[in-house]
């Protein structure tokens, strides 16, 4: 029987690895995929049926492929940057979208999310005044560490830790140079526990649909701690909902959220949650892969629905989600990759077998050349895997079992590979 959606067009903006599970799903359908990103050779174009280059971030150029393939729905792939190019686009043709110029005026740019939040009690990390002209009052009042961020730009792109004025300053450059709004803040420098806060929204409601801890690499000092992976349920899931869950809510609904899937980022410190970051899209951390294990849902399939008919379809999120994952732990494993090129990877020949794995997105294979300017942002991922178990000593076992079977080696036999996280201290097994 043929699909629903069987010759429909669907344009998908963004073309990075964690694009193509996005593509393949939409292929499987029948739907003839057109992807559209400003970089020529982005591996999500491989899959696509139809795939364009775009210079920066023209819309018109956007407009333009989507009204010559008469195209039956818009979706934004893995990449905040393109958010709001996508609720233009939908705009101007009147097809579906999830978001609305005021949500995307509050996500897209990092101060004017954070100012929102404060207004419904939602925290943001502690900031200090400066701007580009460097003010000496300003400067003085800095307490260091601090962390460099540009304000429209995710990933760890951009993004510099300071011990000093001469690293500020630098750091300051860094940022303007990714910021395409040429603006930055500087945070205190937040050394602490992080978690991720995944939302799912349909039709007005939303649910929690995963509360997890996020565990960051310390081997790369003055750059961006990137992701090492993350554990499912979080340790602070009742204390999270006591406390922020209800202020989260009631922004979701000041700002007019009524479809989509959201992601906030924070850290917990001595009983306070902070966010940091927001991303109204598709996460590249991929938690809607651990909820279609375990709740048999698919985020993805919801949001090709509705860019193809306003509607992600007749699930019934009160029933099918469950933030305590019905009693199952949960794990992502990222390994990550220093500076060079890649000669050999043991390891993950084992994984098809292992049904505690239900995933595995590969960015990078042997012969590829991790680059000087990856490190430090999620360039430098080699694989994010997937697990769900029984119970968290299986969990354990099994992050253990990869993390010491897995081996990356460049040319000269050195390892690649930084060092995981400690999931012992992880879940609170010592």
């Known amino acids: 029987m043929k699909s629903e959606f069987e010759g429909k067009k669907l344009l998908i903006l963004g073309g990075n690895p964690e694009t193509i599970p996005l593509v393949e799903i939409a292929n499987s359908w029948g739907i003839k995929t057109i992807v559209a990103s400003a970089r020529e050779n982005d591996a999500a174009k491989a899959y696509a049926w139809k795939k364009y280059t775009f210079e920066g971030l023209d819309t018109d150029a956007v407009i333009k492929i989507a009204k010559d393939e008469n195209v039956d729905g818009v979706l934004v792939g893995v990449a905040d940057i393109l958010v709001p190019m996508y609720c233009k686009v939908c705009d ?6 999830y978001a609305t110029q005021k949500i995307v005026d509050v996500f897209s740019f990092k101060d004017v999310f954070k100012a929102t939040c404060e207004r419904y009690g939602v925290h943001g990390i502690p900031e200090y005044k400066l701007d580009a002209d460097m003010k000496a009052e300003d400067l003085a009042a800095i307490k260091y560490p601090v962390m460099v961020k540009p304000v429209d730009n995710g990933g760890g792109v951009g993004m510099t830790v300071a ?105 917990y410190e001595n009983g306070e949650f902070y966010v940091y970051d927001t ?32 509607s992600e379809g007749d699930i019934d999120l009160e029933k099918e989600d469950d933030t305590k994952l019905r009693g199952k732990w949960a794990a992502t494993l990222w390994f990550l990759l220093k500076q060079g090129k890649i000669a050999k990877i043991e390891g993950l020949d084992e994984l098809d077998k292992d049904e505690r794995v239900v995933a595995n997105i590969v960015r990078l294979h042997e012969g590829d050349t991790v680059l000087p300017e990856w490190i430090g942002n999620e360039k430098q991922v080699l694989t994010r895997m997937y697990l769900v178990c029984d119970s968290k000593a299986g969990l354990a076992e099994a992050l253990k079992h990869y993390m010491d079977t897995v081996k990356v080696l460049d040319e000269n036999g050195n390892n690649l590979l930084l060092k995981g996280f400690d999931v012992d201290k992880a879940l609170e097994l010592s």
Do not use: W
């Not at 101007?92 to 979208?97: A, F, H």
């Not at 809510?249 to 007019?256: C, D, Q, R, S, V």
């Open 163 to 267: 011990y000093n004025e001469d690293e500020l300053r630098k750091g300051v450059e860094v940022a303007l140079e990714h910021s395409h709004s040429k603006r930055f803040i500087v945070e205190r420098y937040m050394q602490c526990d992080d978690m991720g806060m995944y939302y799912t929204f349909k039709d007005g409601y939303c649910s929690a649909s995963c509360i997890y801890d996020r565990y960051t690499t310390d081997e790369q000092p003055g750059l961006s701690r990137v992701c090492l992976g993350g554990t499912y349920p979080s340790k602070h899931l009742d204390e999270y909902f006591e406390k922020m869950h209800p202020n989260a809510l009631k922004l979701f609904k000041e700002i007019g959220i009524e479809n989509g899937v959201l992601m906030l980022s924070g850290f």
């Open 92 to 97: 101007t043709l009147g097809l579906p979208c």
């Open 279 to 310: 991303g109204f899209r598709l996460q590249g951390e991929a938690p809607h892969l651990l909820m279609k294990a375990i709740h048999g849902f698919d985020q993805r399939e919801m949001l090709i629905r509705f860019a193809l008919t306003g």
